[in-house]
């Protein structure tokens, strides 16, 4: 299984994003799939993870301003970033879980100017 994440870039506060995540490879019946992120001299958080059943949820920093979809027919998994802040800033990686097993993407940059 293979992760490209994509659309992370510079944008100034306020501002909005949508990273995107194709899944390619052997691909049945995921568990899990969601974005992480990780800011300098920071560990890796959870942002928004889609769990069986559909269950979303959010990192208490983002709630309300982001959200995540996915598009079963493409494999791919989408993170909608509303009024960006600053402290939004870091690389973004998706992560899936198929038949037990988790799957790192590569991570894409956000840069969230004040």
């Known amino acids: 299984v293979q992760l490209q994440a994509s659309g992370g870039g510079l944008v100034q506060a306020g501002g909005s994003l949508r990273l995107s995540c194709a899944a390619s490879?052997?691909?049945?019946?995921?568990?899990?799939v969601g974005w992480y992120r990780q800011a300098p001299g920071k560990p890796r958080e959870s942002v928004a993870v889609?769990?069986?059943?559909?269950?979303?949820n959010y990192a208490a920093s983002v709630k309300g301003r982001f959200t995540i979809s996915r598009d079963d027919a493409k494999d791919t998994v989408y993170l909608a970033m509303n009024s960006l802040q600053s402290e939004d800033t870091a690389v973004y990686y998706c992560?899936?879980?198929?038949?037990?097993?988790?799957?790192w993407g590569q991570g894409t940059l956000v840069t969230v100017s004040s």
């Open positions: 992560y899936l879980v198929t038949r037990g097993s988790g799957y």
């Open positions: 490879g052997s691909i049945f019946n995921i568990n899990v």
């Open positions: 889609i769990r069986e059943g559909s269950k979303i």
